[in-house]
């Protein structure tokens, strides 16, 4: 997770939002992969990154503001998991996360500051969107 993120924010500031595409095709790729072989049988990654793929690709040019919409709603995502009542990962201590999630407690210790620089992380990219759109 960590790398993942560290790679997504070194590409974003040395080639700026064309970076985002592939930073959205790797965390579709690895949503896939959750479903397909696990852990998780359901991961809103499938769907929210390759719109934002789509949104890029396909909409960019005649539809400007829609990889901006598609960023804010991922970064809304991320804030979700992190407060909402249903995953409650913000509040469950590290060790209780761990044992719902059937990770270890170091995975829960990194995945919170992980869903806060995701968050900030597609933020900023719909921040380069539109500075890229004016």
Excluded at 35 to 45: I, Q, R, S, T, Y
Excluded at 110 to 119: D, E, N, Q, R
């Amino acid at each position: 997770m960590p790398l993942s993120q560290a790679a997504c924010w070194l590409a974003l500031l040395a080639f700026g939002v064309k970076s985002t595409k592939y930073a959205a095709l790797f965390y579709w790729a690895w949503a896939v992969k959750n479903v397909m072989l696990g852990p998780l049988k359901k991961d809103a990654g499938v769907v929210s990154f390759l719109v934002l793929l789509m949104a890029d690709l396909l909409l960019s040019k005649k539809m400007p503001a829609a990889p901006i919409i598609v960023c804010i709603g991922i970064s809304a995502q991320a804030l979700y998991v992190l407060v909402s009542a249903e995953f409650n990962v913000f509040k469950k201590p590290a060790d209780q996360l761990a044992a719902a999630v059937k990770k270890s407690v170091l995975w829960a210790k990194i995945f919170k500051p992980y869903l806060v620089a995701t968050a900030a992380y597609w933020i900023a990219a719909a921040f380069l969107y539109w500075k890229a759109m004016a």
